[in-house]
Structure formats: structure tokens, C-alpha cells
């Protein structure tokens, strides 16, 4: 197994031996993955939040990135994304996800929908194992970084990968720029 840098203070175990700290879809999905590419973490459900997560495990922050789902509706029919940023950037909304997703107005999910439609927990929602006609926007520095640390469907773990991995998703689109530094 991959050894892995980022992991803090935490154990990584090969995912495919922890499918217990993944939601379902993660799992079903890590079937056509690459295993020497995710390594899987237990974590405390209440550190699960990037900044508590990397303060009690010792993980850098820029090595994390978050996943957002978004929403926009075109002529009727709401139009999903998820985005996937560096955890010290926000995504570009109203600018570069709008223009990909061709919506009028792009916004975050309500959490109960995003929750329902990925079968993942709000806060551990990952890009693996998305509903597979989303498009899985990816900022190019997560696509050029070694090594993320990023949800696993569930609050109480976390997912190692590699960027290279999530640039492999199917619907995955790089784009530079997709993200903005935080003011």
C-alpha cells in the first residue's frame, strides 16, 4: 500500500478494506478505481469539518479539498454539478460554474437535497461515487496535487487520493480557475 504524507496523526488503511468508513456509493464505486490510489481514515464525526479535522489530526489544510454540490435551473430543469477546490479556496460560483452548468443563477444545494440525491452525509460529500450524469468540476491545483484528503460519504471518515485519481472520474472536467483564493 501506498504510504501517505498528509495522514497526520491518523492510520490509513487500504478503502477497499474499510468500506465501513465510506457511504455506499463511495464503495460501489471504488470497484473501478485504482486502489493504491485511496487509502481510507476513521475519524471523529465532529472533527469532519476541514479545519477542526486538520487541527486535531495534524493534516495540512492546503492538502484538503472540499467537495460542493450546485444546483442551477434552465428553462425549467435544474442542472447538478459538484465542484471540488483546494479547502484555501472558494469555488467560483456565479462565474465559472454558472457559464458550465449554462444556468441563468448557480447556488449550493439545499442540504436536504444534496444529501438525498447523493446518498452521502451533508459534510462528507465526496466526488466518488456521484450520480454519474453529474459533471464533477474539479479546479486544476486539486488535479496537480500528490496527495488530497477529502470526504468519504460519511462524517466519521475521510478518503486519502491523488489528483491524478480524481482527474480519472468519470464526468470529471478539469478547469483552471474554477476556484478563488479565500479573501
Given at each position: 500500500m501506498r504510504t501517505w504524507t498528509i495522514a497526520g496523526t491518523l492510520t490509513v488503511h487500504p478503502a477497499t478494506e474499510r468500506t465501513d468508513l465510506l457511504a455506499e456509493p463511495v464503495a460501489k464505486a471504488l470497484a473501478?478505481?485504482?486502489p493504491d490510489s485511496l487509502g481510507a481514515v476513521e475519524i471523529?464525526?465532529?472533527l469532519a469539518d476541514t479545519a477542526a479535522f486538520c487541527e486535531a489530526y495534524g493534516s495540512p489544510l492546503g492538502a484538503s479539498a472540499n467537495c460542493v454540490v450546485v444546483a442551477g435551473k434552465r428553462a425549467g430543469e435544474v442542472r447538478f454539478a459538484a465542484a471540488l477546490v483546494l479547502a484555501t479556496t472558494r469555488a467560483d460560483v456565479n462565474g465559472v460554474i454558472k457559464r458550465r452548468l449554462d444556468v441563468r443563477k448557480a447556488s449550493f444545494a439545499p442540504m436536504d437535497e444534496a444529501v438525498a440525491l447523493t446518498?452521502?452525509?451533508?459534510?462528507?460529500?465526496t466526488p466518488v461515487g456521484l450520480p454519474a450524469d453529474w459533471p464533477i468540476l474539479i479546479d486544476k491545483a486539486v488535479a496537480d496535487s500528490p496527495e488530497l484528503v477529502i470526504g468519504s460519504g460519511i462524517r466519521g471518515g475521510k478518503l486519502l487520493v491523488t489528483g491524478d485519481l480524481l482527474a480519472s472520474?468519470?464526468?470529471?472536467?478539469?478547469?483552471d480557475g474554477l476556484a478563488k483564493p479565500v479573501a
Open positions: 473501478s478505481l485504482d471523529d464525526p465532529e446518498g452521502m452525509a451533508y459534510g462528507g460529500i472520474l468519470p464526468g470529471a472536467e478539469v478547469i
